[in-house]
Nanobody, 124 residues
Framework: QVQLVESGGGLVQAGGSLRLSCAASGRTFSSYRMVWFRRAPGKEREFVASISWIGGSTYYADSVKGRFTISRDNAKNTVYLQMNSLEPDDTAVYYC?????????????????WGQGTQVTVSS
């Protein structure tokens, strides 16, 4: 079993930055894909960004492209999400998830392991 724990959320003004971390423990595999989703109030869970454990290939939602950067530290089993130029529409609970590198990267159903989430609030 894999456990995921997110941290780094908080309150920030529009235009500011935050860095989220997702620490993985338990059984992890280099073939896994790591991903960030978010869920805003009254909205469905939305794909944000993903990264492959091997090679580090990345994929971003159009809404965050150019503002967010996903990265990983394989030795620490940790994935990061650097968020710059934050906007009020970025306000959401952000979740880290993991799954084998197979299936639709944008679909929540692809991922079998989830963290508890960390709140990000962007004020105008």
């Amino acid at each position: 079993q894999v456990q995921l724990v997110e941290s780094g959320g908080g309150l920030v003004q529009a235009g500011g930055s935050l860095r989220l971390s997702c620490a993985a423990s338990g059984r992890t595999f280099s073939s896994y894909r790591m991903v960030w989703f978010r869920r805003a109030p009254g909205k469905e869970r939305e794909f944000v960004a993903s990264i492959s454990w091997i090679g580090g290939s990345t994929y971003y939602a159009d809404s965050v492209k150019g503002r967010f950067t996903i990265s990983r530290d394989n030795a620490k089993n940790t994935v990061y999400l650097q968020m710059n130029s934050l906007e009020p529409d970025d306000t959401a609970v952000y979740y880290c998830a993991a799954a084998p590198s197979y299936g639709d990267v944008r679909s929540p159903s692809t991922y079998k392991y989830w963290g508890q989430g960390t709140q990000v609030t962007v004020s105008s």
